[in-house]
């Protein structure tokens, strides 16, 4: 999957993918009310598995759909409250991709509020087994994914740890995924003697700030939750943003 591009798969236990028919009979039901989505297009024959979706005024393609070949599960790197199969082999994927007319605007948060919307309302009444957010080779637990989607397009916070995800390193944590909302990933270092959880609840803040404001472009200085002093130093690019500390 290009991670440059928005989508998302839904996957399935082995024979348990829906058809067309069944995602018409769930978005016309109450069970999805707040989805706000209906079929826009219906292939003549079903064997291409696909359906073109009417979300918010936006197109979006479910592809994968059956009785066509199943889709491979995407790739892996980070799990999210998932535990059940570890290499993800027995598992089919149907993928929700925004349609063409979204071209280069794949990163465009009514986009992406579309995209989750539909997903966190639909994956509980279609027993998924698990959620994949490509941008970031992120797998969460369909109800992990329900709230804290659903959570952030209600005014909470940025759902860092599934929408990006962390790697911790020698030197403190970097961010994987970020870069696909804001151009720009992040490097926190980790101060001495802190935990590395500690470390990655102040990466969370400075993701869920990028986000909602946009990438840093210049360095920085200024004083952390705890007082001690930090800086903010932006690459030559702008692609990476490295937090530092000391104190």
Known sequence: MDASQAGLSLLFAKGK???ADDIERLLQSSDVAGAAAHVSYRP???????LELLVSGLTFDLVGLAPSPALPPPPRA?????SLHPDGQELDAITLLPGHHLSGGFA???VVHAMLRL???IALPLSVEAVCWHPARSWM???YFSRVALGWLSGGPFPALGLTALEHTGEGVRSEGLG???GQELAVQRREGESPADTAKLAVRFIDYIVSNGPFRREIEFE???GEPMRVVPSDFGKLVTVRRSG
């Open 141 to 143: 637990e369909p109800q």
């Open 119 to 121: 997903a966190g309302t």
């Open 44 to 50: 003549p024959n079903d064997n291409e598995g696909l």
């Open 17 to 19: 993918r829906p058809c």
């Open 78 to 82: 980070h799990d999210f409250g998932l």
């Open 224 to 226: 952390g939750p705890d």
């Open 180 to 182: 696909f909302f804001a």
């Open 108 to 110: 465009m948060i009514p």
